[in-house]
């Protein structure tokens, strides 16, 4: 059927209803409107389309005019993603005005690339071969792969220059551009799904000592406000040992992704010898930027990873806040009159969820690499309440939960991952990773720490009621070890300059030397020294030695445990 | 408000309910449409177009429907958003709600400019660097607040939160200069307003005061626009003068009660306690506002106020606030029942934006070490103090009760202050280590042992 053009009929914020566009499909883009705004079809009934609009509808009325594009909502994927912000639609934001208005021209990017061919005429290709390279676009090696799709012999290669748009090489008698265009719903294909566990090295104790995640698994974040949700995400978007970061801002604040960009610029990344922001996609939608267009942020998110992940990349995805999001999709239902299941979130959000987490994954590409795309959201349940639908629905689909404590965070215990209710489902197979790496005890170490944690809680809410003083000398060292765990070893603060990332090494370090001690300290109250001559011992130096010695100064810190327990010993 | 041009106008009203009017037989209206509204009797009211539909459009009515019968109206559509108009004139002056002058002057003159305003590309933005020193040493010290930020002040009814941000606005200095304050008043009793003019009198005298009123008995659809006017202006003064601005907004559950109120009427499916599930994105709308450009002078910082429905933090206001804004400073009727003016709750409040304005090179090099040691000791005296409310404080342990004894020196050294008294921050800071010299020596673990060596001494 011809595309057609319709007339607007009714408004209501993002909502449009459309009379008289044939031949659409659902989920085409359409524009609507002397400015153009791009729309998106979620709905059609005979000749009326209801559609979500990505862009402030403020003066579109009644019998403007629409016209069809025939094209899915998507983005052009190609050199000069990397060290630089878009906004959820994928558009430029490094670049564009200060203030964001509708009617903003977006270019296509007229800088040409050199490029390095790594086929000549002649060679075969298949989906996944490497094309070329794009060595101007930063020290991550920019590696065009030839499309789904893409099949032959090639014929051609460009000898200078070109724009991401411009045919760069030919296959067969199909031009290869070094851009993309790919739908953002849709997942880029791969080869086939891995399922053995290789863990993500976050740099923060916490999750790498209790609660690690592997390697193209997905993650989950709830926590109330101000518990560490972003600081927590952006350390992980700093630290991780990931190729590739794509960093969403979605409905979060404008000043944070200020600071991304600006801390990220700073920092020297020691993988590639450029700087963080190099291996950072940012996508900013902030909270007060059109709320349509927080909905595709998470999906241009995705499939910017999935991009990377098609060069051989183990990516990160990070979603700040997944919550913002869900209400985007709840806004729009309840304005098209959908019959809301929980809270008012459309029945759908189960679904949708799991399309979003579901896109992570470990993969062989279709070029045959192995790469990775890891999802980590952030949730943001509204009072703080975890039996909420966002909250609940995730956990379904995530193998990782990062669960904040608000007393935690009061205390300003930070990162404030509660060992109470936090859980990863690849533990185990985790420590066999580290088993078969040289560190058997991991397991051990980690079946220990979280015993402990949980004895001394318990212990506490006991001696709530009847006193330190009247719980058994052993016990009051199980509190103390509770202190210890959680201020030498657990407690990580983003701003220290050694401290901010942890190297496995030392933390494994830290970690082994504070059960030792706890240790120790059972002996000697076993030998019949005073719970109160070890509890006023003075540790602060095991507690300090975290702060004091480098990120992965694991010597440093075996030295410190070491006088430690030598000074343990002279009690006896 | 602005004179706006009217265009052709209709009269068909088919329905009134709550705040709203639905105009029929209407042609070439957008949405979001500013409109004016004449009555038989010659008065005029306003409206924003909420939806339209065909040839009707619904508007919520800014000074509600009251007395409005469909016959005989006359809505007249302006053809873009309400604007307001911007500019220096706004210094001095006190209008209502809706931006119309309270004082007997004439309409503020000035460029219009839409309401709404237009979201802040995010690249642009320069993140909130200096600190803004308020002489409340509580806040300075512990929660410091930094030039662009958005920091609430979370309260309950009857604490003294006009107090403590009036204090804020009157003393407020960035780098040595002070700053202009646009004051938004929503749903505040005549003696409130009252109140506040009379401890901002020295800023309005100085003509650098914009006051917004609309109080408690006024109309409650206009509380919608308040915040709008006040950023509006504000962002104008701060962006294109290159002031230092600092927002007040007080009481932002009663503008969330506004909206609900128009959610309501429209049949919207509320999320939490009635609240519209858009409410993140609305208030967001507004705090958003805030903020430093890069290479402009000029900031607009915001300190919304508002009251927690029965103390509760997890009501939607305060819940979605929190979400939005950079820290909050929380007020608690425990600390203020142990009479200590300001009485914040430290432990609940944060402001984020710390790290980045305090420490070194920015307030003083021991400031973030010690702010993080005085609440790290807080968090251990509040658990020793619920555990001597148990077992009798003679039953701690010495250490606890040395906890105890830092909590009482902190807050009446340190915390409780005089409500027009400023405090250096140097001042402040000293108070603190005085505090911390109550602990053993072993307890200061968030502290470099050489920073407590220069400060207290070898032990
Ligand atoms: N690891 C950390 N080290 C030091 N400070 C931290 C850490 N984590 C959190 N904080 C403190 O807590 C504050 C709030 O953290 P953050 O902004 O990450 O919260 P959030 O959970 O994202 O909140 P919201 O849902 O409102 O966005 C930070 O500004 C910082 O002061
Ligand atoms: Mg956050």
Request: with cysteine; hydrophobic share 45%; proline share 6%.
């Amino acid at each position: 059927m011809e595309l057609s053009a319709g007339t607007v009929r009714r408004v209501n914020g993002p909502l449009v209803e459309v009379d008289g566009l044939t031949g659409v499909a659902m989920l085409d883009v359409v524009h609507l409107g002397p400015e153009r705004i791009a729309a998106e079809v979620v709905g059609l009934a005979g000749e009326r389309a209801t559609l979500q609009a990505y862009e402030y509808t403020g003066g579109l009325r009644p019998g403007h005019q629409v016209e069809a594009t025939g094209d899915r909502l998507s983005g052009l994927f190609g050199p000069g993603l990397l060290g630089q912000a878009f906004d959820g639609l994928l558009r430029p934001l490094s670049g564009a005005p200060v203030w964001l208005t509708p009617d903003r021209e977006v270019g296509a990017g007229d800088r040409a690339w050199q490029f390095e061919a790594r086929v000549s005429v002649g060679d075969e290709v298949v989906p996944g071969t490497v094309l070329a390279v794009v060595p101007e676009a930063g020290p991550v090696e920019h590696r065009v792969v030839a499309p789904a799709g893409v099949r032959g012999r090639v014929t051609w290669v460009a000898d200078g220059p070109v724009t991401v748009t411009e045919p760069a090489l030919r296959v067969d008698d199909r031009d290869v551009a070094l851009a993309e265009r790919w739908p953002l719903r849709v997942p880029r294909p791969f080869r086939e799904r891995l399922s053995q566990v290789v863990p993500l090295h976050t740099g923060q104790r916490v999750l790498d000592l209790l609660y690690p995640i592997a390697r193209g698994a997905a993650a989950a974040v709830p926590g109330g406000f101000g518990t560490g949700k972003t600081l927590l995400l952006q350390q992980i978007a700093k630290w991780s040992e990931a190729d590739v970061v794509v960093y969403v801002g979605c409905g979060e604040r404008g000043n944070e992704m200020a600071e991304v960009l600006t801390e990220l610029a700073l920092v020297p990344d020691e993988r590639t010898g450029g700087r963080l922001v190099d291996r950072t996609v940012i996508i900013a939608n902030t909270s007060n930027m059109p709320m349509m267009a927080r909905e595709a942020s998470i999906h241009s998110g995705i499939a910017v990873a999935e991009y990377f992940r098609d060069m051989g990349y183990d990516v990160v995805v990070i979603a700040d806040s997944t919550s913002r999001w869900a209400e985007a999709l709840r806004e729009f239902a309840n304005r098209t009159g959908d019959l809301p299941a929980e809270e008012g979130y459309p029945a759908t959000l189960a679904s949708e969820l799991a399309a979003f987490y579901e896109r992570a994954g470990r993969v062989v590409t279709l070029g045959g690499r192995t790469a990775s795309t890891t999802v980590i959201g952030a949730v943001s349940p509204p009072g703080g309440d975890m039996t909420e639908p966002v909250t609940t629905g995730t956990q379904r689909f995530i193998r990782s939960l990062w669960l904040l404590d608000r007393d935690l965070a009061y205390a300003r215990h930070y990162p404030a991952v509660s060992w109470n209710g936090s859980f990863a489902r690849d533990a185990d197979a985790v420590g066999a990773w580290h088993a078969a790496r040289g560190d058997p005890a991991w397991r051990s170490r980690r079946a220990t720490t979280t015993a402990l944690l949980a004895e001394a809680d318990r212990l506490a809410s006991l001696a709530e009621v009847i006193g330190t003083s009247s719980l058994p000398a052993h016990e009051r060292v199980v509190l103390l070890a509770g202190r210890l765990l959680r201020d030498a070893v657990l407690q990580q603060n983003a701003l220290s300059g050694n401290d901010a990332s942890c190297t496995a090494a030392k933390g494994a370090a830290l970690l082994g030397g504070v059960l030792d001690v706890v240790d120790a300290c059972q002996r000697l109250v076993a030998r019949g020294v005073a719970a109160t001559t070890v509890e006023e011992t003075d540790l602060a130096d095991l507690v300090r030695v975290r702060e004091e010695v480098g990120p992965g100064d694991a010597e440093g810190v075996a030295q410190r445990c070491a006088e430690v327990l030598a000074r343990l010993e002279e009690l006896a | 408000m602005t004179a706006q041009t009217a265009r052709i106008g209709f009269g068909d009203v088919r329905e009134l309910r709550g705040p709203l009017l639905v105009v029929g037989d209407v042609d070439g209206v957008g949405w979001d449409e500013f409109a004016t509204i004449d009555l038989p009797d010659g008065s005029v009211r306003h409206g924003l177009v909420l939806e339209v539909d065909g040839d009707l459009a619904v508007l919520q009515v800014l000074e509600g429907t009251d007395a409005i019968s469909p016959g005989g109206v006359w809505v007249r559509f302006s053809g873009r958003p309400l604007q307001v108009r911007v500019g220096p004139d706004w210094y001095g002056r006190v209008c209502n709600g809706r931006g119309e002058p309270l004082d007997g002057g004439p309409p503020i003159a000035g460029e219009p400019r839409p309401v709404a305003g237009w979201p802040l590309n995010p690249t642009r933005r320069e993140p909130p660097r200096e600190a803004v020193l308020t002489g409340v040493s509580v806040l300075d010290t512990l929660t410091t607040l930094v030039r662009g930020q958005k920091l609430p002040i979370f309260s309950v009814p009857g604490m003294p939160h006009l107090t403590l941000a009036t204090q804020i606005a009157a003393r407020a200095t960035t780098a040595g200069e002070g700053f202009r304050v646009v004051f938004a008043g929503m749903g505040l009793t005549h003696a409130d307003i009252a109140y506040v003019r009379d401890r901002l009198e020295e800023r309005s005298a100085a003509g650098e005061l914009v006051l917004l009123l609309n109080a408690a008995d006024d109309p409650v659809i206009e509380r919608v626009l308040t915040p709008r006017i006040a950023l509006t202006v504000a962002e104008h003064l701060a962006f294109e003068r290159g002031d230092d601005v600092l927002v007040v907004m007080s009481d932002m559950t009663s503008y969330a009660e506004a909206v609900r109120e128009v959610a309501a009427a429209r049949r919207e499916i509320p999320a939490r306690r009635g609240y519209p599930g858009y409410l993140y994105s609305d208030l967001a709308g507004l705090y958003e506002r805030c903020g430093r450009i890069q290479g402009r002078p000029g900031s607009v910082t915001v300190v919304p106020v508002l009251t927690m429905p029965a103390g509760d933090i997890t009501h939607p206001v305060p819940d979605l606030t929190g979400y939005i804004t950079e820290g909050q400073v929380v007020l608690a009727p425990e600390v203020a029942a142990r009479g200590v003016y300001p009485p914040v709750d430290v432990l609940s409040s944060l402001s984020r934006l710390m790290r980045s304005g305090a420490g070194p090179g920015r307030t003083r090099d021991d400031h973030l070490p010690v702010a993080a040691q005085v609440l790290a000791a807080l968090a251990r005296a509040r658990q020793a103090a619920e555990l001597g409310e148990l077992v009798g404080v003679s039953a701690l342990s010495e250490t606890d009760r040395a906890y105890l004894a830092f909590r009482e020196t902190v807050e009446r050294d340190l915390f409780a202050q005089g409500t027009d008294e400023g405090r250096e921050l140097a001042d402040s800071l000293d108070r603190a280590w005085a505090a911390l010299d109550v602990l053993p020596r072993r307890e200061l673990t968030m502290l470099p042992a050489a920073m407590v060596a220069e400060h207290l001494g070898s032990p």
